[in-house]
């Protein structure tokens, strides 16, 4: 059982580190683009009604597609990583949900993190993501 509630400890924290990363970098990007009120103005110029979510209540599917539909994030994850966020999704559920992730799941997430870093160090270092 304590194994167990490591490899969820880890795999939380990774989860964590991702998602609320991606929110990070929308909003820095978003802010410096539309300002303040970016949410609004993005909801109301796209979807052409007001946000139903705040947006930090937003799950990680809803946050994946900022980086498919606007320009100013379109360039920070490769297309290849981008299409492969949802590989994590049920893993993202289960996690939300207290399931123990299988060996299997807790690889895929592993893998998933660390290409996630790896771009995110790559276009820090060549100023990309500032």
């Not at 009604?49 to 209540?57: A, D, T």
């Not at 920070?76 to 299988?102: D, E, G, Q, V």
């Not at 998933?112 to 270092?125: A, C, D, Q």
């Amino acid at each position: 059982m304590l194994e167990q509630i490591n490899h969820m400890k880890i795999a939380y924290g990774q989860l964590y580190e991702i998602e609320n990363t991606l929110r990070l970098i929308i909003v820095s990007k978003m802010e410096a683009k539309y300002g303040a009120n970016w949410y609004y103005i993005i909801s109301l110029k796209v979807l052409r009604r007001r946000p139903s979510k705040e947006f930090l209540n937003l799950d990680l599917h809803e946050l994946i597609s900022f980086f498919r539909i606007y320009p100013e994030l379109t360039i920070i994850f490769p297309l290849k990583m981008i299409k492969s966020f949802p590989t994590i999704f049920p893993i993202r559920n289960k996690i939300a949900h207290c399931k123990y992730l299988n060996e299997y799941e807790l690889k895929e997430l592993n893998n998933f993190y660390h290409r996630f870093i790896n771009v995110l160090s790559s276009k820090k270092n060549s100023s990309q993501l500032s």
